[in-house]
């Protein structure tokens, strides 16, 4: 499997303001997701992220409050927007290699404190 | 719709002793199941994975066998160590959810001394 990386790993940001987490790959991945990882919680889907095309959120999210782009096959950004403490989170970013595999892997992960 | 269930955690145990962590699942046509580990600190690995029944799954040490039949897919281990001690995560993909994971809401593992 390919090398994924995050940036930032970790931001204490102020409420109503953005971050922007950006998600590398070292190879080409034909599917990039995105999900949250509330406190003490397991992990949801936010959305997947699709190559030149708007990214499929899932139900409870909204393109609005986390604007995703992926304008290759090695790169996507996640933003969430107008933060609250309860978007306090870990940000992880996953690739899935070739057609239909089934096997997903992760990035390190963002860890966000909203205060 | 799709479901896991994990076993509550946390789980402690000595060192060398016998893990089970149960999971069981809901789904629609055939799913392929997996176990994630998350080490303190880090984001998610995959551990082992299964694409149909009666395959077994096996890394580290660690096993888990596909049961159609009673919808299961519980991860064991013969010996643990305390580096094994982590938060594990049973999930599945099922057939015409392109890929969607569907995570269980994981198992903490304390191993000690």
């Known amino acids: 499997s390919a090398v994924i990386s995050q940036k930032p790993s970790r931001d204490i940001c102020q409420r109503g303001t953005s971050l922007t987490i950006q998600c590398q790959v070292d190879s080409q991945v034909t599917m990039m997701f995105w999900y949250r990882q509330q406190p003490g919680q397991s992990l949801t889907l936010i959305a997947t992220?699709?190559?030149?095309?708007?990214?499929?959120?899932e139900s409870g999210f909204v393109i609005d409050k986390f604007p995703i782009s992926r304008p290759n096959l090695t790169f996507s950004t996640l933003t969430v927007s107008n933060m609250s403490p309860e978007d306090s989170s870990i940000y992880l970013c996953?690739?899935?290699?070739?057609?239909?595999?089934?096997?997903?892997?992760f990035g390190p992960g963002t860890r966000l404190t909203v205060l | 719709g799709n479901s896991v269930t994990q076993m509550e955690g946390p789980v402690t145990l000595s060192e060398e002793a016998f893990l089970t962590i149960n999971c069981t699942y809901t789904?629609?046509?055939?799913?392929?199941l997996f176990w994630y580990v998350q080490y303190p600190g880090e984001g998610l690995q995959l551990l082992l994975k299964a694409t149909k029944a009666d395959d077994k799954g096996s890394n580290k040490g660690f096993e888990a066998t596909y049961r159609k039949e009673t919808t299961s897919f519980h991860l064991e281990k013969g010996s643990v160590q305390v580096s094994d001690s982590a938060v594990y995560f049973c999930a599945l993909t099922s057939t015409g959810t392109a890929s969607k994971l569907t995570f269980g809401t994981g198992t903490r593992l304390q191993v000690t001394l």
């Open positions: 789904a629609t046509g055939y799913p392929s």
């Open positions: 996953s690739v899935e290699y070739g057609v239909r595999t089934d096997t997903q892997y």
């Open positions: 992220a699709n190559q030149g095309s708007e990214a499929t959120y």
